[in-house]
C-alpha cells in the first residue's frame, strides 16, 4: 500500500508521459485520484494506448465530460443506509462498507464520490452501528463487507469485523467483495487465509475484467483461498475499449473457471459521473450473452444485470429464447435459432399443500411485493398500477367527489 503510484511523477516511472498528457492526467486527478498499485502498473502494455490495463487504471480527461444522465449515486445506496455505511435493499442481506479505500482507484468505479473521500471516512463508530443494525434485524440472514476494498485493512482489524458480524446468530453467510486478487494479489497470505478459514461460511467476489489481469500471481492467490474451501465468484463490468467483445468475456470465463471462480455477474456499466466513456449500449451486452449461452459451459456464462438506478437493485438482462405460448404449448428457439415447441401438461394443479410450513412461514415473515402479490392466491390483488397513473388519480377524484355529494 505505501509503494502505491499516487502522482504524475511516479506514474511517469512506468510509461512514457508527454506533457500534455501529463496536464489531463493532473486535471482529471483533481476530481477522482489516482492510485495504483506498483504491481498492476507492471502489466501495463507501455506502446499500446488501448491497453485494456491502462485504460481502467490511469486517469483520463474524458472523466471530466459531463453527461445528462450522470449521477454522483445512481444506485441509491445513500437513500437505503439506516445506519452509515450499511446499505439495506434487499429483503435479507445487507452491504456493510468497512473502508473507502483501495490499493488500486478503478477508473470505472461505481462509488467514486466515496473512495478515497476522506471526509467521508468510514470509523470503528460507523462499523458498530452497522453490525447493531443488523444484529436488531433478524431477517438478514446474508452480509457483503465491501468498501473500498476489505482486503486493505489489517488481517487483525479485518477479522474483529467479520467475528462481530459472525456472532450474530441469523446471518447465514458472509461475503466479502475484492479486487486485491486482480491488483495487489500478493496481499493474499497465509495469514489472511487462516483467519478467513476460521469463519465459514465465507464467500468471495473477486472483480476481473480481462484476460490480461490473469497472471501466475493472480492464479496462486486464487489457488490460496480456494484450497481454503472458500467459494470464489466473479463480477465483471462491461466497459466500452477494455472488454465489450465477446471473445475477450469468453476467454475471461474460461480462465475463471479454470481457476476455480465461477463467473457471477456480468454488470452494465453504471450512470455514475466520470465513466461515460466506458458505457456500452445493453444490446452489447445481449449481444455477448447469446455469444455464451449454448457455446460453452454453463456455469462459465455469468449473469447479465443492470443495476437499476433510482435503487431498483440488479435486473438480469437475456436474449429472448421464449417466443410466444398458449395453454398447450411453448414455443422457444435454442442458441443455434432452432424452434422448437414444448407440450405443456394438462390438468395441471400445483402439488404444494395448504398446510406447507415453509409457506407458512413465508406469510408470517415477509409481505408479497412485486408481481408475486398476482401469485399469491390469498392475495386479493388483480392488478399492479404505478404511483402518479393519472387514470387513477381520475378514477380517485370522483370517487371523493361521489363521497362529499
Same mark, same amino acid.
Given at each position: 500500500m505505501k509503494n502505491r503510484i499516487q502522482s504524475i511523477e511516479e506514474l511517469a516511472k512506468y510509461i512514457d508521459l508527454p506533457e500534455e498528457r501529463k496536464r489531463y492526467i493532473g486535471m482529471a486527478c483533481d476530481v477522482f485520484p489516482m492510485s495504483i498499485t506498483p504491481y498492476y502498473a507492471s502489466l501495463i502494455d507501455k506502446h499500446d494506448p488501448r491497453c485494456p490495463i491502462r485504460l481502467q487504471s490511469i486517469p483520463d480527461q474524458q472523466e471530466l465530460l459531463k453527461s445528462s444522465c450522470d449521477m454522483d449515486d445512481p444506485l441509491q445506496e445513500d437513500a437505503d443506509s439506516p445506519v452509515p455505511g450499511l446499505t439495506h435493499r434487499y429483503p435479507d442481506r445487507v452491504l456493510l462498507l468497512v473502508t473507502n479505500e483501495c490499493s488500486m482507484y478503478c477508473r470505472h468505479c461505481t462509488r467514486k464520490r466515496k473512495v478515497g473521500d476522506n471526509n467521508g471516512h468510514i470509523n470503528e463508530e460507523d462499523i458498530a452501528l452497522g453490525i447493531e443494525y443488523i444484529r436488531a434485524h433478524p431477517e438478514i440472514r446474508d452480509v457483503l463487507l465491501s468498501g473500498g476494498?476489505?482486503?486493505?485493512?489489517?488481517?487483525?482489524?479485518?477479522?474483529?469485523?467479520?467475528?462481530?458480524?459472525?456472532?450474530?446468530?441469523?446471518?447465514?453467510?458472509i461475503r466479502i467483495g475484492t479486487r486485491t486478487p486482480v491488483v495487489m494479489p500478493q496481499r493474499i497470505t497465509d495469514e489472511l487465509v487462516h483467519m478467513l478459514k476460521k469463519y465459514h461460511p465465507i464467500w468471495i467476489n473477486t472483480h476481473f475484467n480481462h484476460p490480461r489481469e490473469f497472471t501466475p500471481e493472480a492464479s496462486r492467490a486464487l489457488? +490460496?483461498?480456494?484450497?481454503?474451501?472458500?467459494?470464489?465468484?466473479?463480477?465483471?463490468?462491461?466497459?466500452?475499449?477494455?472488454?465489450?467483445?465477446?471473445?475477450?468475456? +469468453?476467454?475471461?470465463? #474460461?480462465?475463471?473457471?479454470?481457476?476455480?471462480?465461477?463467473?457471477?455477474?456480468?454488470?452494465?456499466?453504471?450512470?455514475?459521473?466520470?465513466?461515460? #466513456?466506458f458505457r456500452t449500449?445493453?444490446?452489447?451486452?445481449?449481444?455477448?450473452?447469446?455469444?455464451?449461452?449454448? #457455446?460453452?459451459?454453463?456455469?462459465?456464462?455469468?449473469t447479465?444485470?443492470?443495476?437499476?438506478?433510482?435503487?431498483?437493485? +440488479?435486473i438480469p438482462v437475456l436474449p429472448n429464447y421464449q417466443l410466444s405460448m398458449t395453454n398447450t404449448k411453448t414455443v422457444l428457439r435454442n442458441y443455434e435459432g432452432v424452434i422448437c415447441v414444448y407440450e405443456e401438461p394438462q390438468n395441471y394443479n400445483t402439488d404444494c399443500p395448504s398446510t406447507c410450513s415453509l409457506c407458512k412461514e413465508r406469510h408470517v415473515s415477509n409481505e408479497s411485493v412485486g408481481l408475486q402479490k398476482l401469485f399469491d392466491d390469498d392475495n386479493n390483488v388483480v392488478s399492479?398500477?404505478?404511483?402518479?397513473?393519472?387514470? +387513477?388519480?381520475?378514477?380517485?377524484?370522483?370517487?371523493?367527489?361521489a363521497h362529499a355529494n
Amino acid at each position: 500500500m505505501k509503494n502505491r503510484i499516487q502522482s504524475i511523477e511516479e506514474l511517469a516511472k512506468y510509461i512514457d508521459l508527454p506533457e500534455e498528457r501529463k496536464r489531463y492526467i493532473g486535471m482529471a486527478c483533481d476530481v477522482f485520484p489516482m492510485s495504483i498499485t506498483p504491481y498492476y502498473a507492471s502489466l501495463i502494455d507501455k506502446h499500446d494506448p488501448r491497453c485494456p490495463i491502462r485504460l481502467q487504471s490511469i486517469p483520463d480527461q474524458q472523466e471530466l465530460l459531463k453527461s445528462s444522465c450522470d449521477m454522483d449515486d445512481p444506485l441509491q445506496e445513500d437513500a437505503d443506509s439506516p445506519v452509515p455505511g450499511l446499505t439495506h435493499r434487499y429483503p435479507d442481506r445487507v452491504l456493510l462498507l468497512v473502508t473507502n479505500e483501495c490499493s488500486m482507484y478503478c477508473r470505472h468505479c461505481t462509488r467514486k464520490r466515496k473512495v478515497g473521500d476522506n471526509n467521508g471516512h468510514i470509523n470503528e463508530e460507523d462499523i458498530a452501528l452497522g453490525i447493531e443494525y443488523i444484529r436488531a434485524h433478524p431477517e438478514i440472514r446474508d452480509v457483503l463487507l465491501s468498501g473500498g476494498d476489505p482486503f486493505i485493512l489489517s488481517t487483525s482489524n479485518l477479522e474483529r469485523i467479520i467475528h462481530r458480524v459472525r456472532e450474530i446468530s441469523h446471518v447465514q453467510v458472509i461475503r466479502i467483495g475484492t479486487r486485491t486478487p486482480v491488483v495487489m494479489p500478493q496481499r493474499i497470505t497465509d495469514e489472511l487465509v487462516h483467519m478467513l478459514k476460521k469463519y465459514h461460511p465465507i464467500w468471495i467476489n473477486t472483480h476481473f475484467n480481462h484476460p490480461r489481469e490473469f497472471t501466475p500471481e493472480a492464479s496462486r492467490a486464487l489457488a +490460496k483461498l480456494t484450497d481454503a474451501g472458500i467459494p470464489l465468484g466473479n463480477q465483471t463490468v462491461l466497459l466500452r475499449g477494455v472488454n465489450d467483445c465477446p471473445q475477450i468475456i +469468453k476467454k475471461l470465463s #474460461h480462465l475463471l473457471v479454470k481457476n476455480r471462480v465461477r463467473p457471477y455477474y456480468l454488470y452494465q456499466c453504471d450512470l455514475s459521473r466520470g465513466i461515460e #466513456h466506458f458505457r456500452t449500449p445493453v444490446a452489447k451486452g445481449i449481444e455477448i450473452m447469446e455469444a455464451l449461452i449454448g #457455446h460453452t459451459s454453463g456455469f462459465a456464462v455469468p449473469t447479465f444485470v443492470v443495476d437499476a438506478p433510482g435503487g431498483g437493485g +440488479k435486473i438480469p438482462v437475456l436474449p429472448n429464447y421464449q417466443l410466444s405460448m398458449t395453454n398447450t404449448k411453448t414455443v422457444l428457439r435454442n442458441y443455434e435459432g432452432v424452434i422448437c415447441v414444448y407440450e405443456e401438461p394438462q390438468n395441471y394443479n400445483t402439488d404444494c399443500p395448504s398446510t406447507c410450513s415453509l409457506c407458512k412461514e413465508r406469510h408470517v415473515s415477509n409481505e408479497s411485493v412485486g408481481l408475486q402479490k398476482l401469485f399469491d392466491d390469498d392475495n386479493n390483488v388483480v392488478s399492479l398500477v404505478p404511483e402518479g397513473n393519472r387514470r +387513477k388519480a381520475r378514477c380517485q377524484a370522483r370517487k371523493e367527489d361521489a363521497h362529499a355529494n
